[in-house]
């Protein structure tokens, strides 16, 4: 485990395949650079807390290199985020970024597929009373993938709001960029808007988007009710299903179990 403690900046160069947990502690302000070697098969879990942060980070991936980075805030006032990330060809990346915290956030999320066979899937969760994100994935190159899933929960009187956006340029032939996302409104005093953008400028692509927004399902809260949950407890669990597709981003068995403790004592409601 890395603790970056007051830290204002921090590079991390990856030589070897491996798991790394980092914390992020008492910063408020980081500039986080991370980049792989070739060939380098490797999982992170960077975490932070504090009353408020402003994370910059850059990624570049080196090429064939394989890495699954999870980041995950518990940042109890206002936190600033930002992601840059670009690479060599053949890289992949899973991204996943977790937000359960009761604070105020902000994401602008950019990543450059310039070379073939570069491909990420970006994985986002949060508990929304006051969420923004803004990201883009841009194709410059043939044979790029790139796939953003965003799940949100929406508090009474909360605000969130997604901009995905995918923009495939000219010549860049046989990439695909894909988009989902899923918002659960606990009650209609909130506000949620979804906007999922496609900038396509070549032919032979595959490109798609698909968004439900809604509250939740009275079909399926009666049923859990009928098997002896209160309401409460109820939507609870539907709540869980929203947040538990962040621990699909990391294998490493241990943090998963840790990952989903917590989710679960977030959201969770006992009788």
């Known amino acids: 485990m890395i603790t970056l403690d007051a830290r204002d900046h921090y590079e991390l160069i990856l030589e070897k395949n491996g798991d790394k947990q980092i914390i992020i502690h008492n910063s408020d302000h980081l500039s986080l650079r991370i980049k792989t070697d070739k060939h380098i098969h490797a999982q992170l879990w960077i975490a932070y807390d504090g009353e408020q942060l402003d994370l910059h980070t850059q990624l570049y991936l080196g090429e064939s290199s394989d890495i699954a980075l999870l980041f995950w805030n518990r940042v109890s006032g206002k936190l600033n985020f930002s992601l840059n990330m670009s ?19 902000s994401y602008q999320l950019q990543g450059t597929l310039s070379e073939g066979g570069l491909d990420t899937e970006w994985t986002t969760v949060c508990i929304a009373n006051h969420k923004h994100w803004q990201m883009e994935l841009c194709h410059q190159h043939a044979h790029t993938s790139g796939i953003m899933r965003n799940f949100a929960v929406v508090t009474e009187n909360g605000d969130y709001k997604m901009e995905a956006s995918g923009r495939i340029v000219k010549g860049a032939h046989a990439s695909q960029s894909h988009q989902a996302s899923r918002v659960l409104t606990m009650t209609s005093k909130q506000r949620s808007e979804v906007l999922p953008i496609l900038y396509i400028d070549e032919d032979d692509v595959k490109a798609s988007h698909a968004t439900t927004l ?10 859990l009710q009928s098997r002896g949950l209160s309401r409460s407890a109820a939507l609870g669990l539907m709540t869980l299903g929203y947040l538990m597709p962040i621990t699909e981003v990391i294998s490493q068995e241990e943090w998963q179990t840790q990952l989903q403790k917590e989710i679960e004592e977030k959201v969770i409601i006992h009788d």
């Open 87 to 105: 690479g060599e060809r053949d890289a992949h990346a899973k991204i996943g970024i977790g937000d359960l915290s009761e604070g105020i956030s």
């Open 214 to 223: 809604g509250q939740p399902d009275e079909n399926q809260l009666y049923y």
